[in-house]
């Protein structure tokens, strides 16, 4: 890595991208993967064989450029979403990491800023760099929660022009109240900032939790973000999209790569949209999981959070360090996040659950003093 570093000092790259490590969890061949939050269920085959057809058809004319402004797969996502949103107020492009990247490019840059609180999805900071974008850095309570009010007084004293709410947040996995989002976006008024809550985990929320997708009408400044990377277990098809007022999705257009949606990836989701039911019948499964997951942890004396999303935040542990490496060991990769004495966990089938909660309890078991229980 020194050399590495070394040689890339020698590049005349700009001053606030120089000692930044790129985004990137450990890619380890190991029996059980858990540290991404991917969907590990496998495709339905009934789904793959539409996909395949679909990008088949789609591959006979990929000499011509693809549809510019994917205007079928807008208008599914329109439909799959609901709340009376139409086509113009959908926009997509490869993951939701590009949509966001995409809205940095528009509405942030040199001499604006993006504000989001920490812990949260480590890309934020790293798409800041990018766009060339200051990075500020709210502040959570003692347990990672945020509140309206604080998040709001927050906003209003830093006047950010962009405001990120991860909701289910990353890594903490817990759902924003709808009332901080309606804080935030008051609070952003004067600033006009761009209000976006980043919901890529929204469709394995606990039963209640509602989606920033109600709040929309009126609010021309608010951008919800999703994904079909997580619950339609479509991580490798790289497909993000938004819901906000049209003239977001205007506003992106001036930034966009031109055809940046590839006529394979437009096929890909088409096809998938066709099939929501069947995508998503795994997700009660994961959410059977997750909670599995809550309550043995709960019962090993550990700490989990509320998960509103596939995978559980936890903490208690005396050395995470240690634990991260005796899981991996034992042929489970969970993520290390960086929060001392925590630890991330997706989520994952019954079997990598079960291979997951074995390992970390004979972790615990071994750990523990003599004579008392783990």
Same mark, same amino acid.
């Given at each position: ?15 606030? %991208? ?34 395949? $057809? ?13 549809? #510019?402004?994917? @205007?079928? /797969?807008?208008? #599914? %996502? ?7 949103? @139409? ?46 974008? @200051? ?80 709040? %929309?009408?009126?609010?021309?400044? %608010? ?10 277990? /479509? ?122 909660? $074995? ?16």
């Amino acid at each position: 890595m020194s050399n590495q570093l070394e040689r890339l000092a020698k590049l005349p790259l700009r001053e606030n %991208l120089r000692g930044i490590e790129p985004y990137g969890a450990p890619q380890l061949d190991v029996a059980v993967l858990l540290n991404v939050n991917e969907n590990t269920h496998p495709l339905p085959a009934s789904v793959s064989r539409a996909i395949t $057809e679909d990008v088949a058809a789609a591959a006979v004319s990929l000499n011509r450029y693809p549809d #510019r402004e994917f @205007t079928e /797969l807008r208008e #599914r %996502l329109a439909d799959y979403l609901g709340h009376g949103l @139409t086509a113009e107020n959908i926009w997509a492009a490869n993951g939701s990491n590009e949509v966001l990247q995409q809205i940095l490019q528009a509405f942030g840059g040199p001499g604006r800023s993006v504000m989001s609180f920490p812990p949260t999805y480590s890309m934020y900071p790293l798409l800041a760099s990018g766009t060339d974008t @200051t990075y500020v850095a709210g502040q959570r309570g003692t347990g990672f929660e945020l509140s309206a009010a604080s998040a709001a007084d927050q906003v209003a004293a830093a006047a950010p022009n962009l405001v990120i709410l991860c909701s289910p947040n990353n890594p903490t996995g817990t759902a924003l109240g709808l009332d901080v989002v309606e804080a935030v976006y008051e609070a952003g008024q004067a600033s006009n900032a761009i209000v976006i809550v980043d919901e890529a985990y929204a469709e394995f929320a606990l039963a209640g939790t509602e989606s920033a997708l109600t709040l %929309l009408p009126g609010r021309e400044r %608010l951008v919800v973000t999703r994904t079909m990377s997580k619950a339609f277990a /479509l991580a490798g098809a790289r497909l993000g999209y938004l819901a906000a007022a049209p003239e977001i999705a205007d506003a992106l257009r001036l930034v966009r790569l031109p055809y940046h949606l590839s006529a394979v990836t437009q096929a890909t989701a088409n096809a998938a949209l066709k099939q929501v039911a069947a995508l998503l019948a795994t997700v009660e499964d994961i959410k059977v999981q997750r909670d599995r997951i809550v309550s043995e942890l709960t019962r090993m004396g550990l700490e989990p959070a509320v998960s509103d999303s596939n995978f559980v935040f936890f903490g208690g542990l005396e050395h995470a360090g240690r634990t991260w490496q005796g899981l991996l060991d034992a042929g489970v990769l969970v993520r290390d996040v960086g929060i001392p004495g925590h630890l991330r966990v997706t989520a994952g089938t019954e079997g990598e659950t079960t291979a997951f909660l $074995e390992a970390l309890e004979a972790l615990q078991s071994a750990s523990a003093p003599a004579g008392h229980a783990s």
